[in-house]
Nanobody, 124 residues
């Protein structure tokens, strides 16, 4: 069992930056693909970014590519999402997730563990 706790959400103006974090319990953090998803009111949960533990390779949704950066510190069991050039459309609850699948999964059902989410609000 893996427990995930997100932090760092908040209110930011359009064009600003924010970094959110997710700390995982357990000793096998490196073996998990770690992903970020987001869900806006009335919308489905959507993929944002994912990072593979073995080589730090990352993959992004087109909507955030070149603006967001996922990174992880396997020594601290923590994954980060640096969000730059934020837009009002980025407003959502952001969820951290861990997957046992080897690779870079992009769909929610391929993730085994989820955090509670952290709210990110971007004002115009």
């Amino acid at each position: 069992q893996v427990q995930l706790v997100e932090s760092g959400g908040g209110l930011v103006q359009a064009g600003g930056s924010l970094r959110i974090s997710c700390k995982a319990s357990g000793r096998t953090f490196r073996s998990y693909a770690m992903g970020w998803f987001r869900q806006a009111p009335g919308k489905e949960r959507e993929f944002v970014a994912t990072s593979r533990g073995s080589d730090m390779m990352a993959y992004y949704a087109d909507s955030v590519k070149d603006r967001f950066t996922i990174s992880r510190d396997n020594t601290k069991n923590t994954v980060y999402l640096q969000m730059n050039s934020l837009k009002p459309d980025d407003t959502a609850v952001y969820y951290c997730a861990a997957s046992l699948i080897v690779g870079l999964p992009t769909t929610p059902h391929r993730y085994n563990f989820w955090g509670q989410g952290t709210q990110v609000t971007v004002s115009s």
